[in-house]
């Protein structure tokens, strides 16, 4: 299909400060409502790279309303499984399909899942704000019967808890898990970074389990790797690491947790 929004970045001239937003291709116009979104989650403390994914998903959105003939703020609900069963059955485009040609690929059902809720958000913050009517944010959910409770889950004097919101247009996903490097793995990757900056990252990530953002945005003062940091007023024992999340990070890395 032809692209007809786009997530765009974009840098203030007189701070520098990157941002996100939605334009129309074609004239370059910001999509108001879009931008606001957006806006919102830099509000609520959301890190950069959520928002990039957040603007292309939007876009995306957008796009397939134009190409459909939709108004973007009151879909039906065919046109919403519409959307779902397309991002699945549409061929996507990739920068390395440029080096192989005739290679074909497909969204998963996760990452579909991903954008109809970024669709849902989108459409229920237009809602909020008059954009969007109620009745195009009823379609986005219905009400379910929790048969099985999270350890700890409240369900109430009568288990009214257990009837909760859960989502409409959403693919059901067998959880892949995960896959753990072997030692000897990780032993092979160290001996192969090119330098000790390298070989460091690859251990700290191996042996903490940090997000890589978190990592990279470590400064030297929250790196206490002595048997005792007493001397600094760590009270912590043992090597260890601080996470902390800053909004000033030269290298503009954001912790994702706060």
């Known amino acids: 299909m032809d692209v007809d929004f786009v997530a765009e970045r974009a840098v203030s001239p007189v701070t520098g400060v990157v941002r996100w937003v939605v334009v129309d291709a074609g004239s370059f116009d910001l999509h108001t409502e879009a931008v606001a979104f957006l806006a919102s989650l830099r509000a609520r403390g959301c890190s950069p790279n959520t928002e990039r994914a957040y603007a292309g998903r939007v876009a995306l959105y957008l796009s397939y309303c134009r190409m459909r003939g939709l108004d973007w703020r009151t879909p ?104 753990d490097l072997s030692d000897e793995q990780i032993r092979r990757m160290i001996a192969a970074a090119p330098s000790a900056r390298d070989r460091f990252l690859i251990a700290l990530l191996a042996c903490t389990g940090l997000r890589i953002g978190e990592a990279l945005g470590l400064h030297r003062g929250d790196m206490h790797l002595l048997a005792s940091s007493r001397v600094v007023g760590c009270g912590v024992e043992g090597p260890h690491v601080h996470v902390r999340r800053r909004m000033d990070n030269p290298n503009g890395v954001l912790a994702k947790s706060r």
């Not at 579909?112 to 954009?131: I, K, S, Y």
């Not at 009400?143 to 247009?169: H, I, M, N, W, Y």
């Open 76 to 179: 039906g609900f065919l046109d919403l499984a519409g959307l779902q069963r397309w991002l699945i059955e549409t061929p996507v485009q990739h920068r390395a399909d440029q080096v192989r040609p005739g290679a074909v690929r497909y969204r998963s059902r996760g990452t579909a899942n991903a954008v109809m809720t970024v669709v849902g958000e989108f459409l229920r913050f237009g809602a909020v704000h008059g954009w969007v009517p109620a009745a195009t944010t009823a379609l986005l959910s219905q009400p379910k019967l929790l048969r099985f409770t999270p350890p700890g889950f409240d369900t109430g004097e009568s288990g009214q808890r257990r009837q909760v919101e859960a989502a409409v247009f959403r693919f059901k996903v067998t959880e892949p898990g995960y896959e």
